[in-house]
């Protein structure tokens, strides 16, 4: 079965530092992938997806994600955080190309410190 | 126009009560989803129209009952809810139920189930 998982629970970071969100997903052909953001008491907000081609996809908010196949990865990244990035983020797998459904990982907090 | 609507944003209902979830989109969107989702956790997908028709059910209790009177509107009625189901009910939209489309979410309604 598709799963998707985020092992880090729980991020900090410092204002102005380099950030990584790991994302790992199981899945028998090629993936659609996603990683969608929330802010507290907001709905969910899409920064980037991939579904084939160039394996490093640039998205809103100047975040950028890289897809491995040989490592089953789908990680975001941003070269430098801003305050206002503090969220929870998602990522997630679309099993198949005509339903709609999304698949999410358990989400990863990232705080932000200044 | 890129919103998803939903209200009320709050709800409070005990478990005899009959109560509404609306959601409205005027983005021309062909497909929408109810999303529930729980404190630190990912939305689960729990149903999906396409053109007006219920295209996927996730095996969601009776007591919750999906309409889709027109394109525009998604309801969630819900009839004898249990304390458990006290969550937020995320609605989202795309242009079409291809997975490729982006999904539009709403700012959901929270609901509490005395």
């Known amino acids: 079965a598709q799963s998707v998982t985020q092992p880090d629970i729980h991020i900090t970071v410092s204002e102005g530092a380099s950030l990584e969100l790991r994302c790992n997903y199981s899945?028998?052909?090629?993936?659609?992938l996603f990683w969608y953001v929330q802010s507290p008491g907001q709905g969910l907000q899409l920064l980037l997806k991939y579904f084939s081609g160039d394996t490093l996809v640039q998205g809103i908010k100047g975040f950028e994600a890289e897809f491995k196949r040989s490592q089953s990865s789908f990680n975001l990244r941003k070269p430098s955080v801003h305050w206002s990035d503090a969220a929870e983020y998602f990522c997630?797998?679309?099993?198949?190309?005509?339903?709609?459904?999304?698949?999410f990982g358990q989400g990863t907090t990232l705080q932000v410190k200044p | 126009d890129t919103e998803v609507t939903q209200t009320p944003k709050h709800l409070v209902m005990g478990m005899t009560n009959k109560k509404s979830l609306k959601c409205e989109q005027h983005m021309g969107h062909r497909a929408m989803y109810w999303y529930k989702q729980k404190a630190k956790k990912p939305p689960e997908l729990m149903f999906v129209?396409?053109?007006?028709?219920?295209?996927i059910n996730e095996s969601v209790p009776s007591r919750f009952s999906p309409e889709c009177p027109n394109s525009s509107l998604l309801n969630l009625h819900l009839h004898a809810l249990q304390p458990e189901d006290s969550a937020l009910y995320l609605c989202?939209?795309?242009?079409?139920?291809?997975?490729?489309?982006?999904?539009?979410f709403g700012p959901g309604t929270r609901l509490t189930v005395l």
């Open positions: 989202a939209s795309s242009q079409e139920r291809e997975s490729l489309n982006e999904q539009f």
């Open positions: 129209y396409s053109y007006e028709k219920l295209s």
């Open positions: 899945y028998g052909a090629t993936p659609y």
């Open positions: 997630a797998v679309a099993p198949s190309s005509n339903t709609g459904k999304l698949i």
